[in-house]
C-alpha cells in the first residue's frame, strides 16, 4: 500500500520569507502524481501544485514550486514571498492507478506579520 | 453549483444514533468521492462513485457505513448506530469523469463536522 509522510507537524514563516514543506512517500508503482493541497480553516480542501512522476522538470505554479526528487521518494514544497493567506493545513498526496488520493497527516503553517 | 456544497455544516448526535450526511457535487461532476478526516490526521478515502454505481467502497470502515448516490448527482452518506470513534470531519469531493486521481482532479466540499457524544 502508499504511504505518505509529512514529519512537521508545525512550520513558521515570516511574511515575505520562503518556507518549504517537507513530504516522503512510499510506493511500488512506477506511474503516479503528487500533489499538494492547502486546507484554510473553512475545511475546504484547495489544490495548489501537481506533479506528474514520469516529469523530471519540477512543476510550479506563482510562488508554489515543487523539489521533486523520485529516488529519494521525496516531495517537498516551497512557498516564496509568503504571504498571510497562505496560513494554513498543507497537505502531501499521492495518486497511483485508480481514484483514490492518500494524504498525509498535514503540516500547520503559521505566518507571522 | 459553483462548488461542491456539503450539508449539515456540524452535526452532533448521541451514540447509537443515525445520521445522515449530504453531498452536492458540481454540476456535470460524473464522479463523486467521500473522505474521512479525524482530528490531527489527513483525509482517508471511503468511497468512490461513478456515476449512481459505487466504484470503490474499499474505504469502508464496516458496515455501520453506507452511501448511496441514486441518480448520479447527490450523494448521501449514512452511518448506522454510531460511534464515538466516528467523530471526525466527513468530506465530499468531486471530479469530471472519474479517469483516475492523477489527472481528473478531485475538488472539496467544506465538509461535515460529526460529533458523536
Known amino acids: 500500500a502508499q504511504t505518505v509522510t509529512q514529519s512537521q507537524p508545525e512550520m513558521s514563516v515570516q511574511e515575505a520569507e520562503t518556507v518549504t514543506l517537507s513530504c516522503t512517500y512510499d510506493t511500488s508503482e512506477s506511474d503516479y502524481y503528487l500533489f499538494w493541497y492547502k486546507q484554510p480553516p473553512s475545511r475546504q480542501m484547495i489544490l495548489v501544485i501537481r506533479q506528474e512522476a514520469y516529469k523530471q522538470q519540477n512543476a510550479t505554479e506563482n510562488r508554489f514550486s515543487v523539489n521533486f526528487q523520485k529516488a529519494a521518494k521525496s516531495f517537498s514544497l516551497k512557498i516564496s514571498d509568503s504571504q498571510l493567506g497562505d496560513a494554513a493545513m498543507y497537505f502531501c498526496?499521492?495518486?497511483?492507478?485508480?481514484?483514490?488520493?492518500?494524504f498525509g497527516a498535514g503540516t500547520i503553517l503559521r505566518v507571522k506579520s | 453549483g459553483a462548488g461542491v456544497s456539503q450539508t449539515p455544516s456540524n452535526k452532533v448526535t448521541e451514540k447509537g444514533k443515525y445520521v445522515e450526511l449530504r453531498c452536492d457535487p458540481i454540476?456535470?461532476?460524473?464522479?463523486l468521492y467521500w473522505y474521512r478526516q479525524s482530528l490531527g490526521q489527513g483525509p482517508e478515502f471511503l468511497i468512490y462513485f461513478q456515476g449512481t454505481g459505487a466504484a470503490d467502497d474499499s474505504g469502508l470502515p464496516n458496515d455501520r457505513f453506507f452511501a448511496v448516490r441514486p441518480e448520479g448527482s447527490v450523494s448521501t452518506l449514512k452511518i448506522q448506530r454510531t460511534e464515538r470513534g466516528d467523530s471526525a470531519v466527513y468530506l465530499c469531493?468531486?471530479?469530471?469523469?472519474?479517469?483516475?486521481?492523477?489527472?481528473?482532479?478531485?475538488?472539496f466540499g467544506p465538509g461535515t463536522r460529526l460529533t458523536v457524544l
Open positions: 498526496a499521492y495518486a497511483g492507478y485508480g481514484n483514490k488520493l492518500v
Open positions: 454540476s456535470g461532476h460524473t464522479a
Open positions: 469531493a468531486s471530479s469530471l469523469n472519474g479517469a483516475g486521481a492523477g489527472t481528473d482532479t478531485q475538488y
